[in-house]
Antibody, heavy 119, light 106 residues
């Protein structure tokens, strides 16, 4: 049974870097043809796709976040990570890590982690 | 980005009702439209992929249809466990984008 779980700080100061890790269990992150992604949800902006990564290291980013965003994969630990720099209160959201199916939808989701940006 | 307009934003219904939710995209997306169900405090759950393919375990009372720019989620006979918020998502172009959600309330 594939499971994903987000981890990281729940509070980040404005202008600092938000860093989250997703640990995948029940399957290898090196499954071909699949991407591993981050999606966030906030009351003001709804669901927003952040970006995705393939186990080869290939990435796709949301253009609205691209200048502040990095997503990487650690195949040895079956994890992938998100780094978002220069955060503001607008980055406050529940962050989900997901496994995207071949045609694109998020077929598996972690439970989500609330990240609050506040001084 | 492709804009996804979902309607209504909320609806009131009763058990046994037929419920219809629509999503309209700002450009044609073929069949790259997917539906999710979300209950409070939990992650969204994928119900239907590629317009009309039910995921395993999803009851047959859920039906997805449409093409091009107009898509519909129909629940033929609403059950108590179906009270939730529903989202659509297009994955035809990066970035994937979501509709604003429809809250189905009693």
């Amino acid at each position: 049974q594939l499971q994903l779980r987000e981890s990281g700080p729940g509070l980040v100061r404005p202008s600092e870097t938000l860093s989250l890790t997703c640990t995948v269990s029940g399957a290898s992150i090196t499954i071909n043809h699949y991407f591993w992604a981050w999606i966030r949800q906030s009351p003001g902006k709804g669901l927003e796709w952040i970006g995705s990564v393939h186990h080869s290291g290939g990435t796709y980013f949301n253009p609205s976040l691209k200048s502040r965003l990095a997503i990487s994969v650690d195949t040895s630990n079956n994890q992938f990570s998100l780094s978002l720099t220069s955060v503001t209160t607008a980055d406050t959201a529940v962050y989900f890590c997901v496994k995207e199916a071949g045609s694109g939808p998020a077929a598996y989701w972690g439970p989500g982690i609330l990240v609050t940006v506040s001084s | 980005d492709i804009q996804v307009t979902q309607s209504p934003s909320s609806l009131s219904a009763s058990v046994g009702d037929r419920v219809t939710i629509t999503c309209r995209t700002s450009q044609t997306i073929r069949n790259s439209l997917h539906w999710y169900q979300q209950k409070p405090g939990t992650a969204p759950k994928l119900l239907i992929s590629s317009t009309s393919t039910l995921l395993g375990g999803v009851p047959s009372r859920f039906r997805g249809s449409g093409s091009g720019t107009d898509f519909t989620l129909t629940i033929s006979s609403l059950q108590p466990e179906d009270f939730a918020t529903y989202f659509c998502q297009q994955t035809y172009r990066t970035p994937p984008t979501f509709g604003g959600g429809t809250k189905v309330e009693f």
